[in-house]
T-cell receptor, first 113, second 112 residues
C-alpha cells in the first residue's frame, strides 16, 4: 500500500540554524500538507500546497517557514532560523484531491537546542 | 482556537465492550469530519470519515455518528480489542478549505 514517507525521523539542531524536513507524498496525490504537534498538545495545521503554490496557511506559518516541491516527488518544509518553540513533531500529509482523506507520514521529531 | 474539542483525554474499556469517543465542534461551516488513530512514534492513521450530508458511516467495527444540530460526532468501536489502544483524534474541515482542525485527542486503553 502506498504511503507517505518522511526524512529524517529525528533532527536535532541549534537555535538559529536552518532545517529542511523532507517528505515524499503518495505518488498520484496532488495536495500536500504540513502539520506539527508540540509535545503534549494537539496536531496543528501549518500549510497546504497545490499546483506548486501555497493554497492555505495558518497563523503559525510565518516568514520563517517555507515550502517547496523541488522535483516531482519531494515536498519540503524549511525553517530558516529555528527557535526553541519550533521543537515539535512535524507531519507531512497528502491527498488525492481537495477535501479527500489526508494520509500522514510517520513524522519528523525536531528538537531545537 | 478550540473549534474542535475532545473533552475526554482518556478512556479505558474492557476487551469486547464498546468504546465511544466523543468530539464537539463549534464551526458550523465544517462539513467533513474524520477520525484518526495515532500510535506512539507514528503519524496519524486515517480511520473513518463522514460528510455532513450523512449522519452515520460504518466500516467494520468502527461507526461514526454525526449530529449536526448538536455539533457533535462520536466514534463507536465494537467490539473493542487491545490493538485499538491508541490516541484517537477527531478532525474537521470545511468545503474548499484544506485547513483541517484537530481535537486534542483521546487516549483509548482497551484492557484484555
Amino acid at each position: 500500500e502506498p504511503e507517505v514517507t518522511q526524512t529524517p525521523s529525528h533532527q536535532v539542531t541549534q537555535m538559529g540554524q536552518e532545517v529542511i524536513l523532507r517528505c515524499v507524498p503518495i505518488s498520484n496525490h496532488l495536495y500536500f500538507y504540513w502539520y506539527r504537534q508540540i509535545l503534549g498538545q494537539k496536531v496543528e495545521f501549518l500549510v497546504s500546497f497545490y499546483n506548486n503554490e501555497i493554497s492555505e496557511k495558518s497563523e503559525i506559518f510565518d516568514d520563517q517557514f517555507s515550502v517547496e516541491r523541488p522535483d516531482g516527488s519531494n515536498f519540503t518544509l524549511k525553517i530558516r532560523s529555528t527557535k526553541l518553540e519550533d521543537s515539535a513533531m512535524y507531519f507531512c500529509a497528502s491527498s488525492l484531491a481537495e477535501q479527500e482523506t489526508q494520509y500522514f507520514g510517520p513524522g519528523t521529531r525536531l528538537l531545537v537546542l | 482556537d478550540q473549534q474542535v474539542k475532545q473533552n475526554s483525554p482518556s478512556l479505558s474499556v474492557q476487551e469486547g465492550r464498546i468504546s465511544i469517543l466523543n468530539c464537539d465542534y463549534t464551526n458550523s461551516m465544517f462539513d467533513y469530519f474524520l477520525w484518526y488513530k495515532k500510535y506512539p512514534a507514528e503519524g496519524p492513521t486515517f480511520l473513518i470519515s463522514i460528510s455532513s450530508i450523512k449522519d452515520k458511516n460504518e466500516d467494520g467495527r468502527f461507526t461514526v455518528f454525526l449530529n449536526k444540530s448538536a455539533k457533535h460526532l462520536s466514534l463507536h468501536i465494537v467490539p473493542s480489542q487491545p490493538g485499538d489502544s491508541a490516541v484517537y483524534f477527531c478532525a474537521a474541515s470545511q468545503y474548499n478549505n484544506n485547513d483541517m482542525r484537530f481535537g486534542a485527542g483521546t487516549r483509548l486503553t482497551v484492557k484484555p
